[in-house]
Structures are given as C-alpha cells and as structure tokens.
C-alpha cells in the first residue's frame, strides 16, 4: 500500500449540495456554476475597458448567457492599484448595468465590490450575491446582506484591496492554515450577522496578497477548503501566477485557465469565475458528467 500524499482528489459530497442565490437554488453536486465577468472599468487587467460603456457591459452580459453562465458578476473597481474611484462613481458604474441586465435577461446576478453602500444599492438594483474580495473590511457590508436577504463571498486577502503585497507572509510559512483560518472566521462573522450558512461562498483568494508559489500551494489544497462543508469559489481565470509559472502574458493564459479550473472543480469548488464561459462551461460539464457517475 502506497503512502498517503498530499495532493488533491476529487470531492463528492456525501449529501447534495446546493448554493442558494435569490430565490434560485442549485443542485452542485457534481455540477460547477460559472460566473461570469462584466468589468465596467476603463483599467481593469484583463479587457482595458472593453465593457465600461453600458451598452457594452448589457451586450456582454447577453452573450456571457448564451455562452453558458449562471451567474455574471459585475464590477466598477479593480482589485489592483490604480487611479481612486469615489462611491459616486463605482454606484454610477455598477447599478445601471445590474439594473438593466436585471429587466432584460435571466441570470443570477452578483456585485463585486467591498463597499456596502454600493452592495446595498446593487441589491435593490437585482443583485442577489455580494462579491467582496476585502473579507468583509466594510463594517456595515454584513448588514446589509443579510438584511436584503442574499448570498455573500467571503475572500481571504492579506492586506487590502488595492494595495500592492509584494512580499506577503505567513505565520511559519503555512499560508494553507492562514487562509483557512481567516475564512472560518469570516464564516462565522456572516453567520452572526444574520446570513444562513448556506449562503456563504467561500473564495481562498488566489493572487490577493500570495506569491505563486503560495497561490500553488492554495490551489493544491482545495480538496482541503472544501471539507470545510462549504460551497468554495474558484477565481483563477488569467491570474497572474498562471502567468508567472509558464512566462505567459495576459493574452495567453486561457489553457492555464482552465487547467486550474478542472483541478478546482474536480477537488471540490462549485462555483468558477472566469473570463472564457464557453470553454470553462464545456470544462465543467465534462467534469460534472464524471462527477456524477
């Protein structure tokens, strides 16, 4: 008999299991959600502003659809350093394309911000999933959630957003039991606040914060995440460690994509964010067809 290793292995819940959005609810199982991309930003990393104008971000919401998404996340500010962007100015970015996407089409939509004056008004607009890559750093941000009664994504980062890490560490270089630790206690922060567990997605936050290596070592562990019992976000797509680790530019990373994405869903992540839905939905698809046999 060989010895016990560490590396991943396919999760299947012992029970179904679901992520509730709005009144939606879905059976994940073995089936993976994809999430969408709308970046209505002039900066972001990925499209340089290719969906800042509205008619734009609804066009490419109407595609993400037919391509196969079942949520779209929208954003008005990057996680990166760059230019400050007001509340004024990420609520101007933000509501109208949720409002408009919420009148005309289908889909679950989340909200990818860390303030709760934006989550609150993106609720009323038709969000039902609160995306925050702080951790919860807006004291109010847990409030508002629960009382507008929708899911939230507690992301693990190190500092903040917007502010360069260069060197992140870990206490005794473990950043596996540093990162669990603090999404246990976000965990327990929503739930105080009045939001089902049920309703808490949990995102180890690749990239925020964590060197390559350490973003490896994450991605590596996700059998490990999603033992917690819940339903784990995978943010990969086109990050830059897929980059560092095969010298690749941003124009070339959609095979590095969707490699991290087959190892995330296979060892347990339900819920994938992505730039590419079509091949990311056919990934998936596939993964869920050997899942669930």
Known sequence: MGAPTDRPRAVRPAAPAF???GARRYDVTARALVMGIINRTPDSFYDHGATFELDSAIRRAERLIADGADII???GVKAGA????SVAEELDRVVPVIEAIAARLDVALSVDTWRAV?????YAAGAV???DISGFADPGYLAVAAAAGVSVVATHI????RVDDPDPRYPDDNVVAAVEHFLVDRLEMAVVAGIPAERVLLDVGLDLGKTTPQSLELLRATDRFARMGQTMLLSASNKGFLGDLLGLGIEAREDASLAAVAIGVACGCRVVRVHDVVRARRAVDVLGAVLGS
Do not use: I
């Open 19 to 21: 992520v509730a959005l």
């Open 73 to 75: 996340d929208v954003g």
């Open 82 to 85: 760059g230019e400050p962007v």
């Open 118 to 122: 934006v989550a609150k008004a993106a």
């Open 129 to 131: 999933l609160g995306n």
């Open 158 to 161: 190190r500092l903040r957003p």
